[in-house]
């Protein structure tokens, strides 16, 4: 039998004492008016739209929902002389909803760069003290780059002119007759532009120029795409003004692309022509890469690469390519790649991890990318699904970072003597492993990015970190001396900074990605850093994990929205978590958790001062009071210096209670605790956590315990613990491993921390 059985009427000792508190200040106090419900643990129906048939309350996708197809073949010319791309594609339009369309919208995203894109002019801007010499030449110095879609016709199947309306990066085609619910439409876009050099104009995709002359392409974007039709947005036809990125429906594609003959090329789906464009130690190279699961098999070798460089050859040969259900396109291509590749054991199948790189990429290329690409497909497949491509390229440009189905483009480059620092080499690590998981999140779980950044972003950086910990722990040797890879971002006090930041400019996780201050702490950082805040401390790995996989696998080759993957966390793992979505999400709130005051008590039989007080106002007798145990606390007027000493067999009361309510045999079980603590938590910041507390006692041994988050939900500012022990306490500590992304630490010990001087200050940065 526990103690807490036996001190329950301390414990109604306590509750009169507080009601009696309350009854005196109801007395004295003015009474406030009602108030709606204002709690933060209350449940997100105001927030939530309306479960229906499309979207269910459990967040899986409802017996009605439906989704768009849109499929495409494309003929593509690279002119690599003068960096101008021709395409000319075909458009299969399935509408699978149950409205009638009377017009389809297209995305024009590279009118981005038209001469006379107005996204330069919806930022505001200073005179900066210092700006790099290209982005002054741009902005003052040069002709506006003219890089936008020219539409040389858009026809029906029949070669019948569609009239169409371009605004901004949106065509709207007016077809000739409504698309009823089932029905297919096709029509072909004839078009070409002008490629940017993505060094000088930070483009997500173009060209970049290497010392020799040859460029390097990398191009997304390219050809213009159907816009989402779905049961949240009708049309997601808002305009792209260059950060928020891309909504699209899954398709089939067909693609011909026609490159010089002696460029090296990968892209998007399955290369169905390998023999025409293969040499044939090409493809007995590739036939090894099949059978390596260790080491990646050079395909393309850097003598090979450089000797291509020396040259340019007029012929040209078409890349010929197909991809099933796929939501976008891309491919790059020079004569100055190299190309490596290796097998990743995927469930039953067997997936190709690549890379494309120039020289100037080595040697930090060819030892490392290709493992880190099969190192995140295994992580990534372990968080969520297997990955059901069958290859995850990985494609080295200078300052990019960008993700398409199958292929990506990375940062990451050593000096020209083949240096490189840690920051460099983590650099490229995390940003291939981040840019390949987009695979998962969002180009196949496939969130809008135009509107809710931080579903692909966020997500994908979380589970970016658990993978750059996996990599660290399968290749010791690659970041050694290190014992852990070194992560920017995940753990929960990287996001402090952020969180204690200015008000005026943090905007809510749940903001449009266009319209957030600070972008990659709002998108990817701190909704990462939640989701491990989920995983580590509120709902354990286990539980997470499963509600985690459970949205990935619902919503996989569909489009979800933050509702689905918040109900579908919830049902998934029977945890409540409406008031964490609502802080963490939905507000700019801060954890900021302290010890406001620890009281030390003693037991006794002795009456104290408090209950002396209330029979004296109630007109009670104490003869007609039950038996009771009092607490007595150090240093008020009823305290006496023996009690330090005495225990609870001391405690005439306490003792008979027991002797007549407890048999015999189980009395020698009871625990005697020695000391009593009152301590109070305060929270001074807005969002609820658990409070988790490490005590040290005074023979240097620790205990921690764990109180969850919902013991704020009836107190949103203070709550108070009593804490029994056998042994003295000495000091006590809020959040130790700093999990909750704490804003304010020196309130978080007991007894409070010395306030450090400034140089006192400096010093323990340092260390």
Request: with cysteine.
């Amino acid at each position: 039998m526990k103690l807490a059985k036996y001190l329950s009427l301390v414990l109604l000792f306590l509750m009169a004492s507080v009601s009696f508190a309350q009854e005196v200040e109801s007395d004295m106090v003015e009474r406030k008016p009602g108030h709606t419900n204002e709690n933060r643990f209350k449940q997100l129906y105001e927030e939530f739209s309306t479960p229906n048939r499309y979207r269910s309350a459990s967040g899986a996708p409802g017996p009605d929902y439906y989704q768009q197809q849109a499929d495409y073949k494309m003929d593509i010319r690279l002119d690599d002389d003068n960096a101008k791309l021709y395409g000319k594609e075909t458009i299969t339009y399935t509408n699978n909803s149950p409205d009638v369309l009377e017009y389809l919208w297209v995305q024009l995203d590279q009118n981005v760069r038209a001469a006379d894109s107005k996204s330069p002019l919806i930022e505001g801007s200073g005179a900066a003290p210092a700006q790099q010499a290209s982005t002054f030449v741009n902005s003052y110095m040069g002709a506006a780059f003219d890089g936008g879609f020219k539409i040389d016709y858009v026809k029906d199947s029949k070669g019948n002119n569609l009239k169409y309306t371009i605004n901004r990066t949106m065509m709207r085609i007016d077809i000739p007759e409504e698309m009823e619910p089932g029905d297919k439409y096709s029509f072909d876009i004839k078009w070409w532009y002008n490629v940017v050099n993505h060094t000088i104009d930070r483009a997500r995709s173009g060209y970049e120029v290497f010392d020799d002359g040859n460029k390097g392409f990398v191009i997304a974007q390219f050809f213009p795409r159907m816009a989402v039709y779905n049961d949240v947005e009708g049309w997601q036809n808002s305009q792209f003004w260059g950060r928020d990125e891309f909504a699209l429906p899954f398709g089939d594609y067909e693609v011909n692309i026609t490159v010089p003959a002696d460029h090296t090329m990968d892209a998007t789906g399955v290369l169905t022509n390998r023999k025409d464009v293969f040499s044939k130690k090409m493809m007995n190279r590739y036939e090894q890469a099949k059978k390596s699961y260790e080491t990646p098999v050079i395909i393309v070798t850097q003598a090979e690469a450089e000797a291509a460089s020396k040259g340019k050859v007029k012929a040209t040969k078409t890349w010929k390519f197909k991809a099933e259900n796929v939501r976008d396109y891309g491919f790059a291509t020079s004569r100055r790649f190299i190309w490596d590749m290796m097998a990743v054991k995927m469930g039953t199948r067997d997936v190709m991890a690549v890379s494309l790189y120039p020289p100037e990429g080595n040697p930090l290329w060819e030892d490392y990318s290709t493992k880190v690409v099969a190192s995140t497909l295994k992580s990534y497949s372990r968080m969520s699904f297997d990955y059901p491509y069958h290859k995850a390229i990985s494609v080295h440009a200078k300052g990019q970072g960008m993700e398409y189905p199958m292929i990506c483009w990375n940062y990451g480059r050593p000096d020209k003597d083949g240096n490189y620092s840690e920051r460099t080499k983590y650099g490229m690590m995390s940003v291939i492993i981040h840019e390949v998981g987009h695979n998962y999140f969002p180009m196949i779980v496939n969130s809008d990015e135009r509107q809710w950044t931080w579903m692909d972003e966020g997500l994908n950086t979380f589970v970016q970190y658990v993978a750059e910990q996996d990599f660290g722990e399968w290749y010791p040797d690659a970041i050694a001396p290190n014992k852990a890879y070194p992560s920017r971002r995940g753990p929960a006090n990287k996001i402090v900074d952020y969180m204690a930041g200015d008000q005026d400019f943090i905007a809510p996780i749940m903001t449009k990605g266009l319209n957030t201050y600070n972008f990659g702490a709002n998108a990817y950082a701190k909704p990462a850093t939640g989701l491990n805040i989920l995983r580590e401390t509120i709902m354990g790995r286990e539980l997470f994990d499963h509600a985690f996989r459970t949205y990935s696998q619902r919503w996989m080759f569909k489009h979800p929205t933050p509702e689905d993957f918040f109900r579908t966390m919830e049902d998934a793992s029977a945890v409540d978590l409406d008031w964490f979505w609502r802080a963490w999400f939905y507000s700019t709130d801060y954890t900021d958790i302290g010890i406001e005051e620890v009281k030390t008590f003693y037991v006794t039989s002795k009456m104290n001062k408090e209950v002396r007080e209330m029979i004296k106002q109630r007109g009670i007798d104490e003869s007609d009071l039950p038996p009771l145990v009092y607490l007595i606390e150090e240093g008020s007027e009823d305290f006496e210096e023996s009690m330090r000493t005495s225990s609870l067999k001391e405690v005439s009361t306490l003792q008979q209670y027991i002797m007549d309510n407890v048999p015999a045999a189980e009395r020698a079980n009871l625990k005697e605790p020695k000391y009593f603590y009152e301590v109070t938590y305060n929270k001074p910041g807005g969002i609820p956590m658990p409070i988790i507390v490490e005590y040290t006692y005074k023979d240097g041994s620790t205990m921690r315990e764990t109180f969850p988050a919902q013991i704020w939900r009836k107190n949103d500012k203070t709550v108070g613990k009593i804490v029994a022990s056998d042994k003295e306490i000495l000091k006590i500590m809020v959040d130790p491993d700093e999990e909750t992304a704490d804003i304010d630490t020196s309130n978080n010990s007991w007894p409070a921390r010395k306030k450090l001087g400034e140089f006192d200050t400096f010093k323990e940065k340092k260390n």
